[in-house]
Nanobody, 114 residues
Framework: QVQLVESGGGLVQAGGSLRLSCAASRSIFSINAMGWYRQAPGKQRELVALITSRGTTTYANSVKGRFTISRDNAKNTVYLQMSSLEPEDTAVYYC????????WGQGTQVTVSS
């Protein structure tokens, strides 16, 4: 099992940047994959970015070139660096960990104003 706590959300103007952090309650070294999903009002939760234990990354087409996912195994933390933010990026962002069973954080709100 693992508990995930997100931080770093907030209100930012279009074109700005934010960095989200996801702190895990245990070592993430051997976790298959960790990532970020988001859910906007009235929409389904969608994958934003994923990083495997080997460091392989996957991004949604809508964020490629603007967002970067990384992991710091020593700090048991996964990050999402978001740049060139757009109003369409407004959503609750959830951290996810794949330990065969999926675990979710409680989410952090990101609001991008135009």
């Amino acid at each position: 099992q693992v508990q995930l706590v997100e931080s770093g959300g907030g209100l930012v103007q279009a074109g700005g940047s934010l960095r989200l952090s996801c702190a895990a309650s245990r070592s993430i070294f051997s976790i298959n994959a960790m990532g970020w999903y988001r859910q906007a009002p009235g929409k389904q939760r969608e994958l934003v970015a994923l990083i495997t234990s080997r460091g392989t990354t996957t991004y949604a087409n809508s964020v490629k070139g603007r967002f970067t996912i990384s992991r710091d195994n020593a700090k048991n933390t996964v990050y999402l660096q978001m740049s060139s933010l757009e109003p369409e990026d407004t959503a609750v962002y959830y951290c996810y960990a794949d330990l065969s069973t999926g675990y979710w954080g409680q989410g952090t709100q990101v609001t991008v104003s135009s």
